[in-house]
């Protein structure tokens, strides 16, 4: 028997957007409230915690929005509450660019289609930069369609709120608007679309005067500071993630609908433009290091939309897109539930509250310090409700607790220091705080160095294999205090790394342990260093210099300082 039509039982007959919206909503907040926060959350719960035109990592509107959660409500709930509201309108704006479906077929296509994106599940209750993105990435096409239909001020200016908006969220916002533009040159010939740019651009600007007084943190790590040396493994792993993260099941259906819609609906030609254009570009992205699986997440909005266009289009109707988006949300659910109970690979990041209660009668109320984490002290800020501090060394990333001054409260203090369990750190007790294991001590008459900086004055531009260099370093304390290098636990000694492929290779080849001098509160201090050339080096080699806390690796303090090895 032919059917033309899926009619859905009769007790969901007249079932409409809103009631599904309605419980959609029930389902993320219980999510919300119920599930423990993953270690990005608590990060960006740190940004609320001082709001700001921007911050080390992203544009501040995920803390914005968890700022407004957390006057309202408490613990977890309220640094999601909003992300939940903003999925919402998420989804609401998705169904008005689907022409807004009532009933029968084409709405439960539709909701079939939504429920079946794993990003629009995961954003409905995770509050990171993501979250906002995935709202304004839906507005964004929502106000080019405005647009498009009635070019003029009123819809220019929409627009350009959007997409300041979109921009304020992450920076992924500017590959949507480039591949957008590119799907439609015609808008070149639009004066409203430059007005629309403009007024983008100007409510852009305070992010970007931040970023001109803090000498773009943002732009010199994402253009420059995540670079790796290639491997293989992250082009695969790219091209594996991207074939299941977007429902594995409607594969084939998002292939059928590339390659049989019409290419002259500007609409459904953005949509596809921005889907293959995103995929390229991290693609690209792929040769300079990892990447991430949810940086192409807004790409879910595209994708249901054309999915929707195609079954729409076709002479008969299926149920086949819904029973297999329906098999999709089933599975989604018992991922979620997974995340609830913190339990399977995917719930191990939810699982912090344990290890947090744990480590806290340990640390007997010190000022505690995490070593090379930006994850770990802001979950036991959050859990606690006690203050955490990051270490950073040359090995790892910076992050926005490198931006702030608050080591300046650790200097001279007894210190609780805790590090992975990876670490080589001889003095270190081993902490088994349930299912992690990390270590600790306590470090007595704290010195601080995060932001005291090295310039090297007279490095040679070559050397020979083996040959000894000495090199004055110019040390600049930007402190409002003293630094003793004699002081403390860890005594502070010179570092020297060699950095190359990609990696530092914090040595014995170079700086012997001189004596230091006291570094006087913001005052200049000259050090000679005395290094050789590795014999395994040849070619190009670049140099960094540090400080180090006794055994650990050292601070990054210098600029990159590049010799040319002959043999």
Not at 115 to 141: E, K, N, Q, R
Not at 423 to 450: A, I, N, P
Request: charge should be positive; glycine fraction near 6%; include cysteine.
């Amino acid at each position: 028997m032919n059917t033309y039509f899926f009619i859905a039982p009769k007790p969901f007959s007249n079932f409409k957007f809103p009631i599904f919206l309605g419980l959609w909503v029930v389902l993320n907040l219980l999510q919300a409230a119920f599930t423990q926060l993953d270690p990005d959350e608590a990060y960006y719960w740190i940004y609320a915690q001082q709001l700001d035109w921007g911050y080390f990592d992203h544009p501040p509107a995920a803390a914005v929005l968890i700022k407004l959660g957390t006057f309202l409500l408490p613990g977890e709930l309220g640094v999601r509450f909003f992300i939940v509201l903003a999925n919402a309108l998420t989804l609401w704006v998705i169904w008005d660019l689907a022409d807004r479906p009532q009933r029968g077929r084409a709405l439960y296509t539709l909701l079939a289609l939504l429920v079946a994106m794993p990003f629009l599940h995961l954003y409905g209750f995770i509050a990171t930069a993501d979250a906002p993105l995935m709202l304004f990435s839906a507005l964004f096409f929502w106000g080019y369609r405005r647009f498009l239909a009635k070019p003029a001020f009123s819809s220019a200016a929409l627009w350009a709120v959007i997409m300041a908006a979109l921009l304020y969220s992450k920076y992924h916002g500017i590959v949507l608007i480039f591949f957008t533009l590119l799907s439609n040159w015609r808008l070149l010939r639009m004066p409203w679309f430059y007005a629309a740019g403009l007024m983008g651009a100007a409510l852009f600007l305070p992010h970007l005067y931040w970023q001109y007084s803090h000498d773009f943190p943002s732009f010199r790590y994402h253009l420059k500071g995540r670079d790796d040396v290639y491997e293989l493994e992250y082009t695969l792993t790219y091209l594996l993630n991207q074939l299941v993260i977007f429902s594995p099941l409607l594969l084939p259906s998002i292939v059928l609908a590339f390659f049989k819609l019409p290419f002259t609906d500007p609409m459904q030609r953005s949509y596809r433009v921005v889907t293959f254009g995103f995929w390229l570009f991290f693609l690209w992205s792929t040769s300079k290091g990892h990447v991430e699986p949810q940086w192409t997440a807004i790409l879910s909005i595209p994708l249901v939309l054309l999915l929707f266009a195609y079954e729409q289009s076709r002479a008969f109707a299926s149920k086949t897109i819904i029973v297999l988006g329906l098999v999709s949300f089933g599975l989604l659910l018992v991922a979620r539930v997974g995340l609830l109970l913190a339990w399977g690979p995917l719930g191990k990041q939810f699982d912090n509250r344990s290890w947090v209660s744990a480590l806290e009668p340990k640390v007997k109320q010190l000022p505690i310090v995490f070593h090379n984490t930006y994850r770990n002290p802001a979950l036991y800020h959050f859990y606690t409700g006690q203050k955490a501090y990051e270490l950073t060394t040359a090995q790892y990333r910076k992050s926005q607790y490198d931006l702030w001054n608050d080591e300046e409260e650790l200097q001279g203090k007894k210190v609780y220091l805790v590090l992975d369990q990876k670490t080589h750190c001889s003095v270190c007790d081993t902490l088994v705080l349930g299912k992690k294991t990390m270590l600790g001590t306590v470090l007595e008459d704290f010195q601080v160095v995060e932001k005291i900086t090295l310039q090297v004055l007279n490095a040679p531009k070559q050397a020979r294999v083996g040959d000894s260099i000495q090199v004055q370093l110019k040390l600049h304390n930007p402190y409002p205090f003293a630094v003793d290098p004699n002081q403390g636990t860890f005594k502070l000694r010179l570092g020297l790394g060699f950095h190359r492929d990609g990696q530092y290779l914090w040595e014995e080849y170079g700086v012997p342990s001189v004596p230091l001098k006291v570094w006087e509160a913001g005052q200049d201090a000259v050090l000679d260093a005395k290094f050789r050339i590795p014999l395994k080096f040849r070619g190009k080699l670049e140099l960094v210099f540090g400080l180090r806390y006794g055994e650990l690796q050292p601070t990054l303090a210098s600029e990159v300082v590049a010799i040319k090895v002959l043999k």
